[in-house]
């Protein structure tokens, strides 16, 4: 990522990456104190042009995070478009990219939080991100002995840096044990998702997922999976609680995030999922998921938003 990244948006200004810098007392390196969101923009080679998917309700969802969170965001939405945008453009970025806006706590104390008391900094990330060898195999997941944080502890609703302490200690766990990214159940015993994405099963023809109360976040990629299951396959999608066992005797599954797209799962704790290889509703999926994300179908294009002008993107297809 930093050998690639030429610049970062820091505190109302485009910087070289070198100086990308906050000091080492702000609460958000002490103890994490950042909302974040990972939004990716993909490229369309044919018409010479990057799409960032879903921006506005990324920025929605950054700012329901800050709410809970206390914080006051410090641009407005048009202001964080326009530098989102202005970094990508300054990285020259011609390829499928990650960017990722963050509302950080600078300088200050555990309780701080008004404006008065303790500054709210802002910084954009944008880094190439290109898909996984794996989202054409498959990964090999289990069931982490680890829980999803609790809504009555750490909102997973929140997609905070320091939530994000319970998944590296699932990842880490699944990568010592010779697996991919795990699935997490919450303090209840139901499947919540994975330490990075939601996940999603097939069952009898069906799509199911772990409903938003799950302790998951509220995410923009299962949305999206969801109205275009039902839209474009004419499925049946539930939301309800998965028990782990329930894991093991689907057709189907997969994750589903920012980051990890569309991830077949080709099984769960040594149990095969679907043969151990992608099912076919996890194939159309992918390949509508993609088809929409590179702006290839129309009626979904209100979804993303245009990097370059019309003249340089002309100009990059030609």
Known sequence: MT??????????K????????????????????????GIRAYWNPDEGQLYAFRHADHIARLRQGAHIMRMAVPYSDEQIEAA??????????????????????????????????????????????????????GVKSCVSTWRRNSDMASPSRIKAGSNYHNSRLAYVE???????????????GKVAEGPGACIMIVRRGKLITPPVTADILESITRETVMELAERELGLTVVERDIDRSELYVCEEAFFCGSGAEVLPI???????????????????????????????????????????GAETARQAAE
């Open 266 to 308: 080709a099984s769960i704790d040594h149990y095969d999922i679907g043969g151990g290889k992608p099912g076919t509703i996890t194939r159309r999926l992918q390949q509508i998921y993609f088809d929409v994300v590179r702006g290839k179908l129309e009626k979904y294009r209100h979804w993303l938003t245009p990097i370059y």
């Open 84 to 137: 989102s945008l202005d970094l990508i453009r300054a990285c020259g970025y011609r390829e499928n990219i990650h960017y990722r806006p963050v509302v950080y706590f600078a300088e200050g104390e555990l309780t701080h939080y008004l404006p008065s008391e303790i500054r709210t900094g802002f910084f954009i990330l944008a880094f190439p991100m290109p898909s996984k060898p794996t989202i054409e195999t």
């Open 174 to 188: 699944a990568r010592l044990n010779g697996f991919g990214p795990p699935v997490m159940l919450n303090a209840a």
């Open 3 to 12: 050998k690639s990244a030429s610049h970062a948006w820091l505190d109302g």
């Open 14 to 37: 485009l910087v070289p990456w070198s100086d990308a810098t906050i000091h080492i007392s702000t609460e958000a390196v002490l103890r994490g104190e950042n909302v974040f969101e």
